[in-house]
């Protein structure tokens, strides 16, 4: 398996060089082997080259408070694939659109960049795909070298503190961006002290300015906790002993503790044998909802129904409860164990999902807050580990976007035009708003036949509006994961 391995606005408001664009078709739309991958075509299909443009035409007015970068990470394939591809394997593009409301002269430009991993440049220089994708047993002759099974794609999210961008992948180690330039920095960002991977989705405690994440492994320890202080330094190590190897993408933190969910979607050698990837469900081990205390102490593990969980929302505490939001699947996706674009059936579609915990009876209450169908919860990423009230997911079918109200049970939704697709939402608090919901989302939004991508600028609190404004981008944007927003 993979081997474990100060003022942004004078760096991010640059001057950006005239528009450049490779002309042509992507060339990994063609599958090295002349296989097709379902993730190489449609929105999910890659671009050709890095090119940046300034003065991009806005239709709306741009919020006086956006003054900074929306950048987003995903996958785009450098090559053609070598065998079967995943949209998981593509390598890392990070895009990026500043804005600067007070220039009238170009107040939005664009960026993108490849980020630029060992494994981006080992095949740069021979000219193709090495490595192979996570539905193919990893690269063993590679592992026996001291390399990786499997290529850092850096291609998920983001870790934006203390004046640092991270690039992000849960196999390994981040790659440090410089967040103007977009260019790969050279070095491990990770402290002395930090063995294993890296989480693509850290929690920054806004009290304290610590950054918690975890590495998990198919191997022992197969779960570990890291702490950040607010210095950057690593302040304390932790390994939690879990009873097999298991898939952990995400996790929540409170002021006391670390969240995590223990559910039944293991690593598979047999799957991998019969094509299916590298993880596998089993629903009769059961699922566990664990709380590891962030000061030291024996961790506390509650039953709980299985299911699959990719995302969290956030986690708190009232009292002797803690609270735990997530976007929960029924079962892990076949999709992501096959490489399918089939959309699930409405049942095993994901939904906002509520865990109680009374710390004091050691009982556990769960159940849905809303109907299946919406993934990539964000909040304001200020109120982490405070209770929350609204939330706002992306719809599965990437059509649209949902604004949840935790307090009253209400959704409401914002639906994008037949044939547009979007990605997730980012939200940016209007500065010192009082208000939970005052600020806007960010979010990508592709029109159809391959038309150019546009940023959108939604007003939070009146979410059911057409959007504020408008940022056209030069040429269309792939399908991805994770943004984050950059503020000057």
């Known amino acids: 398996m993979r081997r474990l391995a100060g003022n942004a606005v004078g760096i991010l408001l640059i001057i950006l060089p005239g528009f450049v664009m490779s002309d042509g078709p992507h060339p990994a739309v063609r599958s090295a ?27 709306g007015s741009l919020p006086g408070h956006l003054r900074g970068a929306f950048l987003r990470n995903g996958p785009n394939p450098r090559f053609p694939p070598r065998g079967r591809y995943h949209w998981f394997d593509g390598d890392g593009m990070v895009h990026a659109v500043v804005l600067d409301p007070s220039d009238e002269r170009s107040p939005a430009r664009y960026r993108c960049r490849y980020v630029r991993t060992a494994g981006f440049e080992e095949e740069q220089r021979a000219g193709r795909s090495l490595f192979p994708g996570l539905l193919e047993w990893p690269s063993l002759s590679r592992v026996v070298c001291g390399g990786d099974g499997y290529k850092n794609s850096a291609n998920t999210a983001f870790l934006w503190h203390r004046g640092q961008l991270w690039a992000l992948w849960e196999g390994g180690r981040p790659h440090r961006l410089d967040p103007g330039s977009l260019a790969t920095l050279d070095g491990n960002p990770l402290p002395p002290g930090w063995r294993g991977a890296f989480t693509a989705h850290p929690k920054i405690d806004p009290r304290t300015g610590e950054v918690v994440f975890f590495g998990y492994a198919p191997v022992r320890p197969y779960l570990r906790l890291g702490i950040l202080d607010c210095t950057g330094a690593l302040q304390a190590v932790r ?4 009873p097999r190897s298991v898939m952990l993408h995400d996790f929540a933190i409170t002021p006391d ?53 990719f995302h969290t929302l956030n986690a708190w505490q009232t009292g002797s409860v803690v609270t735990l939001v997530a976007s929960r699947m029924p079962r892990f996706p076949a999709e992501v164990l096959s490489g399918s674009v089939a959309e699930p059936a409405p ?19 769960e159940g849905p807050l809303d109907d299946p169908g919406s993934e990539m919860p964000r909040m304001r990423d200020d109120r982490i580990g405070q209770p929350t009230r609204f939330a706002y997911t992306l719809r599965t079918d990437f059509r649209g976007w949902r604004k949840h109200d935790l307090h009253l049970g209400t959704t409401h939704r914002l639906d994008l035009p037949e044939g547009w697709t979007g990605g997730e939402a980012v939200f940016v608090p209007v500065p010192s708003a009082t208000g939970e919901d005052q600020g806007h989302l ?46 000057g």
């Open 33 to 59: 082997f002349g296989r097709r991958s379902p993730f190489l075509e449609g929105h999910y299909a890659p671009v050709d080259g890095e090119i940046e443009a300034e003065g991009l035409r806005v239709d």
């Open 239 to 242: 390994d939690i002993d879990l």
């Open 257 to 309: 503790y670390a969240v995590f969910l223990d559910m039944p979607q293991t690593f598979s050698w047999g799957n991998l044998l019969r094509g299916r990837g590298v993880f596998g469900w089993r629903p009769e081990l059961g699922g566990r909802l664990g709380l590891v205390p962030r000061r030291g102490g024996e961790p506390r593990w509650f039953p709980v129904s299985p299911g699959s969980v």
């Open 347 to 365: 049942e095993d579609q994901p939904r906002l999902w509520r865990y109680d915990v009374d710390l004091e009876s050691s009982r556990v209450t």
């Open 442 to 487: 960010l979010a990508l939004v592709q029109p159809p036949a391959d038309g150019p991508a546009q940023l959108w600028v939604i007003e939070a609190r009146e979410f059911d509006d057409e959007p504020v404004a408008r940022i056209h981008l030069p040429r269309r944007v792939p399908a991805g994961f994770h943004g984050c927003w950059v503020g």
